[in-house]
Nanobody, 121 residues
Framework: RLVESGGGLVQDGDSLKLSCEAF????????LGWFRQVPGKEREFVAG????????NATDSVKGRFTISRVNTKNRIYLQMNSLKPEDTAVYYC????????????????WGQGTQVTVSS
C-alpha cells in the first residue's frame, strides 16, 4: 500500500514537498515513481527513481524544478517541487514497479490514492 501526503493549494512560484510512504512490502527493492493527472487527460509521468542505484528520470517540463528522492530505510519517497506553475495543478500519484524506471503508467503495479496539488496564478 502506498500513501501520499503533502499536497495543497499554493501560489505561482511557491514550493511543495510530496511524500509517499509504502506499507506492507519491501518497497526498498522497487522502482518508485510520481505521476500526475488532470481531469480528461491521461496519467502523466513526472519522475522516477530506481531502487538499487537511485538513478532518476524526470519529464522535461519539471526538470530543474522538481527533485525526486528516496529513503529506503523509511520506505519513503519524496517529490520536492519548486517554482510551481499553474500548469502543475493535478492529482499526484505515487506508484511502484519491479524493474527499471518506466514512463508508462501501465508499467506500474501499485498505486497510491493520490494527493491534490493546486497552483493558483
Amino acid at each position: 500500500r502506498l500513501v501520499e501526503s503533502g499536497g495543497g493549494l499554493v501560489q505561482d512560484g511557491d514550493s511543495l514537498k510530496l511524500s509517499c510512504e509504502a506499507f506492507g512490502r519491501a518497497f526498498s527493492t522497487y522502482t518508485l515513481g510520481w505521476f500526475r493527472q488532470v481531469p480528461g487527460k491521461e496519467r502523466e509521468f513526472v519522475a522516477g527513481i530506481g531502487w538499487s542505484d537511485g538513478v532518476t528520470n524526470a519529464t522535461d517540463s519539471v526538470k530543474g524544478r522538481f527533485t525526486i528522492s528516496r529513503v529506503n530505510t523509511k520506505n519513503r519517497i519524496y517529490l520536492q517541487m519548486n517554482s510551481l506553475k499553474p500548469e502543475d495543478t493535478a492529482v499526484y500519484y505515487c506508484a511502484a514497479r519491479v524493474g527499471l524506471v518506466a514512463t508508462s503508467p501501465r508499467a506500474y503495479n501499485y498505486w497510491g490514492q493520490g494527493t491534490q496539488v493546486t497552483v493558483s496564478s
